[in-house]
């Protein structure tokens, strides 16, 4: 029995900052941003949308077209939770308008989240052939007005249907993973601006890359050469291809160009997005399948998955017969280019009207363009959302 991805689809808010003008409005070389960090458009959250609008508009692009009544689980990964107690899983159920008789719940570690998720699923769906789980990764990535992250923040949600017999990716149990106790990125509980130790956040990030690759190579007999892509964590773009080139000289030349140019594809949907924490590396992979046209049934894909403070995977999926059919490039690439760009005074404005960290009542922005899900406000500290 094969297990893997049967569905996936996406979702980024209709708002964007131009990083160009970002950055000439930081006083800051644009170069520094579009070439150094590898970012060129940034995802802007309105105060109407949050992770449960987002992964739910993001499961929406293909529920229509599964039987729900197969659902035996949803599960949302995230680092920006909405609530201490209750998950985001149990509102995007009902703003599916899902069946009942299932499982709800939310998973939390750092950029990992999604990753958990998605093995959560496997496992389930291994003892459970007869039914799928809907995983959805989705998150706002905030360190602040001009902060030293600024220019990696972004928002958006990878939602995916796992199941038996998958139309996408084959899942394969071939997973190796490293979890260390280190401070290089952390949110405390009173805040939705993250603290990052940007230089030693990326050392690890990179170590935990080399550390998992060796010890998956020693476990599978697998190398370089089997992968027709390697998709990454992308904070920011340039991320992955720092881990990635610290194996490339182990590739030969075609090898190295095959990962060199996929990678260059898989970052396309992030370089306009930015950084969604648990639904990164998804991203990438969406991003991958939509714009390389030379991927067949059968290649292999790595994946590197890294969540802060931390935890390391690397794991492989296979693609499998007709998978194009499944997907929807023209549609993703449609919905980027409507997005209305925000000037960066319209932009500052809109990063600081947000649900505020206290027992207010608050209204959002009715004016602000969204999915059909929309967040309403906060009436006597619940949070309100309706299906338009």
Known sequence: MTIGIDQIGMYSPHYYVDLAELAQARDVDPNKFIIG?????????PSAEDIVTMAAAAASEF????DTNKIGMVIVGTETGIDASKSAAVIVQHLLDLPE???TYEIKQAC????????AARD?????????????????????????GEVTQGAGAVAMLVSAQPRILELHDDSQFISRDIADFWRPVYTDMAIAMG?????????FFQDVWANYKAATGHDLADFAAINFHLPYTKMGMKALRTVLPQADEATQNRLNEHYRIATTYSRRIGNIYTGSLYLGLMSLLDGASDL???DLLGMFSYGSGAVGEFFSMTLVDGYEKQLSPEDHEAFLDARTKLSVPAYEQMFLNKVPYSAADYSTDPAAITSRFRLTGVKDQQRKYVNQ
Not at 112 to 119: P, V
Not at 199 to 207: F, G, R
């Open 101 to 103: 008789n299932m499982r």
């Open 296 to 298: 067949k049934a059968g």
């Open 112 to 119: 990992y989240g999604g990753t958990a998720a998605l093995m």
């Open 199 to 207: 230089k030693y956040s990326n050392e690890q990030y990179v170590q």
């Open 63 to 66: 529920i229509s077209k599964v």
């Open 124 to 148: 389930y769906v291994a003892l459970h052939p007869d039914r799928t789980v809907l995983v959805v990764a989705s998150d706002i990535a905030r360190y602040g007005l001009a902060s030293g």
């Open 37 to 45: 960090i590898g970012q060129s458009q940034q995802a802007v959250a």
